[in-house]
């Protein structure tokens, strides 16, 4: 039994960052290995990297997810859109120029009738949405201007920030909230270990040898859902889908040190090598399960398992791989793609916190605080960490 308040430590509303820094690879940098913790700033990270390292980033770029809709009577209804159902693409669903589904988070969804059409507050005649499954959350949303589902979202859209940053949204959320690498879009939160990069970090990156390579991981609203059941194991974990290309695969083949720019990179590479085991088996899901790595005790190293994957997509002529995690990283699972990760800090009994612990062991209490003796800003605007493995 896994406790989630074995993982309880006090963090005051004043530790946590409401606003990025100024530049933001000034920010604070603690960099743990299993023998001591120093404290630098973030725009020297490649000083703490060696130059045989991938380096793995998420390049999925947040979306203003977050529509304000009314209904005839006057109820608001607030609709956060999660993942698109029909087309199932993302790329399809942002080019649709009529209609499309997406499973969302419906607030106060209670006055909403059944099919029934509710209209978008600022502008009725715009775009109506509506509720064609309750309980799997669907909401199919039509328009007659002809325009693609992106440039509507680009002018009703707001971009949804943390809940626990507990203030809205402002118009430098809109650069702020975004990592510079950010490509695919899709996610409804940032990545946001990644958001310290800037263009001269990454030159100096590049410049000492350290290659790079992009996954996507399109981030859901389920990463800021609190663990409810004191026994983790219980927590309902959310899906999140990813791709990955066949360069990026060949990359972390080749490159047997690697560390991963944040938690969402990390379930990409620890769901790849549970996916490779899954094509081995004759499972073509492309799903993995919650508690599928504690099921199983395979013997395949890291890059026999994602050469399964290579094959795989070869034989299908697949360049870009696409699948889906609900992979739950406790404490006791042992990390087998990476040798260190960059992460900001996380919520207190939070899953992210549990997966930090799997990177560390129980160093992740004297990590932390000593991260908060030393000033550090927590959560998403938050300081970074680079944490090898124990």
Not at 90 to 115: P, Q, V
Not at 150 to 173: C, F, H, V
Not at 178 to 202: D, I, M, R, W, Y
Request: glycine letters at 4%; proline letters at 4%; aromatic letters at 8%.
């Amino acid at each position: 039994m896994i406790k989630k308040s074995d993982f309880f430590f006090e963090l005051a509303d004043e530790q946590i960052a409401k606003y990025p820094l100024a530049k933001r690879d000034e920010s604070k940098l603690l960099i743990h290995s299993v023998d001591q913790t120093d404290h630098s700033v973030f725009n020297v990270i490649s000083d703490y990297i060696d130059d045989d390292t991938l380096l793995v980033m998420n390049n999925a770029k947040v979306i203003p997810a977050r529509l304000y809709f009314k209904r005839e009577s006057g109820a608001a209804i607030e609709v956060l859109l999660l993942e698109p159902m029909l087309p199932a693409n993302y790329e399809e669903a942002f080019n649709a120029t009529a209609r499309c589904r997406w499973k969302c988070i419906l607030g106060n969804s209670k006055k909403l009738k059944d099919e029934e059409y509710i209209h978008l507050a600022d502008n009725p005649a715009l775009i109506s949405a509506q509720l064609i499954d309750r309980q799997e959350r669907i909401v199919e949303l039509s328009w007659k201007s002809g325009q693609s589902f992106t440039e509507l979202l680009d002018k009703i859209g707001e971009l949804p920030l943390p809940p626990y940053l507990n203030r809205a949204t402002e118009e430098s959320d809109a650069v702020t909230y975004q990592t510079v690498f950010a490509k695919n879009a899709g996610s409804v939160a940032a990545p946001t270990a990644g958001l310290h990069f800037t263009e001269s970090v990454l030159d100096g990156v590049k410049k000492k040898g350290i290659e790079l390579a992009e996954v996507t991981l399109h981030v859901g609203a389920g990463t800021f859902l609190p663990v409810k059941e004191d026994n983790v194991v219980d927590h309902d974990m959310h899906r999140e889908h990813f791709e990955i290309t066949i360069d990026t695969l060949n990359a972390l083949i080749a490159k047997p040190k690697r560390i991963c720019v944040g938690t969402t990179s990390m379930r990409v590479l620890e769901s790849m090598y549970w996916l490779g085991i899954q094509l081995a088996n004759g499972n073509t899901s492309l799903l993995i399960h919650k508690l599928e790595p504690y099921e199983t005790e395979p013997d395949f190293s890291y890059e026999e398992s994602l050469t399964v994957v290579r094959d795989y997509m070869k034989a299908n002529d697949i360049k870009v791989l696409q699948a889906a995690t609900e992979i739950l990283i406790l404490p006791q699972y042992i990390p087998r793609s990476i040798v260190g990760l960059i992460t900001n800090f996380h919520l207190p009994e939070s899953t992210l916190l549990m997966l930090i612990a799997s990177v560390v062991g129980d160093s992740w209490r004297e990590i932390y605080e000593e991260a908060k003796l030393n000033g550090y800003r927590f959560l998403s605007y938050g300081d970074s960490s680079l944490l090898f493995t124990k």
